[in-house]
């Protein structure tokens, strides 16, 4: 079983930055293809960022040059580094984990990660 606890969600006006972290719990965690997700009310779940299977990084396209996705291993913590936010990138953010690969499902389907965290929230005001 993994268990993932998302920290670092607040509210920032539009320019601003947050760091989210993601504590993952497992002693194999740098064999987790991990990503971040979001969620704004009445959309769908998002893939923001992620490792992938074999730790290449990814970005939806909203977000590149603006976010950046790392890891500690030896903390067994995910990052997010988001910076020049802007009020569309206000949602619910959550750190995913796929134990043993995606099963064929893209970095960004969400159906491809079997453990997620209870998320953090991310408000963006202009």
């Known amino acids: 079983q993994v268990q993932l606890v998302e920290f670092g969600g607040g509210s920032v006006q539009s320019g601003g930055s947050l760091r989210l972290s993601c504590a993952a719990s497992g002693s194999t965690y740098n064999s987790y293809c991990m990503g971040w997700f979001r969620q704004a009310p009445g959309n769908e779940r998002e893939g923001v960022a992620a490792?992938?299977?074999?730790?290449?990084?990814r970005y939806v396209g909203s977000v590149k040059g603006r976010f950046t996705i790392s890891r500690d291993n030896a903390k067994n913590t995910l990052y997010l580094q988001m910076n020049s936010l802007k009020p569309e990138d206000t949602a619910m953010y959550y750190c995913?984990?796929?134990?043993?690969?995606?099963?064929?499902?893209?970095?960004?389907?969400?159906?491809?990660?079997?453990?997620w965290g209870q998320g953090t929230q991310v408000t963006v005001s202009s």
């Open positions: 490792f992938d299977c074999d730790a290449t990084t």
């Open positions: 995913a984990a796929a134990v043993s690969g995606r099963r064929g499902r893209a970095w960004y389907d969400p159906w491809g990660y079997n453990f």
